[in-house]
């Protein structure tokens, strides 16, 4: 389980919307389907950092450890940095009781903890869009601003 890091660099012409972009870091949960989603850990750029996705029931706050394989990965989630001059696409990772990572073959459980590791390269807001699968199929779609200092 390695990186690979490929860069292209774009310009793109035209208005921009600084109406939507935020300013500041989000709130680090949110509620998506009944499941609470946290996000765990700090950023610092120009080094590898690690955050912990953490799912539970909303309702009843019990931990969530039956999240499944989604296109192949415990989890995917894209890193940009908030004015949109970067693009990353991650795997979230998850692992067993003895720390060994822990593929994404059918059937394979996972949860209520799933590891991420990003390499930002300056301080500053990124935006960070995950994906996971839940058990019964539905597609949780996160959003979280964080703060890289």
């Known amino acids: 389980m390695s990186d690979l ?10 208005p921009t919307i600084e109406s939507v972009t935020p300013t500041q870091p989000s709130p680090r949960q949110q509620v998506i389907h009944g499941v609470r989603v946290r996000l765990d850990g700090e950023v610092v750029a120009g ?13 009843t706050g019990e931990p969530i450890d039956d ?6 990965a415990p989890g995917h989630v894209v ?5 949109g001059s970067g693009f990353a696409h991650e795997h979230a990772e998850a692992y067993d009781e003895d720390g060994d990572p ?5 059937g394979t459980r996972f949860g209520p903890d799933l590891q991420l590791h990003v390499d930002l390269p300056s301080p500053g807001l990124y935006r960070l869009w995950g994906q ?3 058990a019964d199929g539905r597609v949780l779609t996160t959003v979280f601003t ?3 200092r």
Do not use: C, K, N, Q
């Open 132 to 134: 996971f699968r839940t």
């Open 79 to 83: 890193v940009m940095p908030i004015d």
């Open 47 to 59: 080094r590898s950092s690690r955050l912990t996705y953490r799912f539970t029931d909303a309702a």
């Open 102 to 106: 822990v593929f994404a073959l059918p």
């Open 67 to 72: 999240l499944r394989p989604y296109l192949a």
């Open 5 to 14: 890091i490929e860069r292209h660099e774009i310009d793109v012409h035209g």
């Open 146 to 148: 964080v703060v890289a």
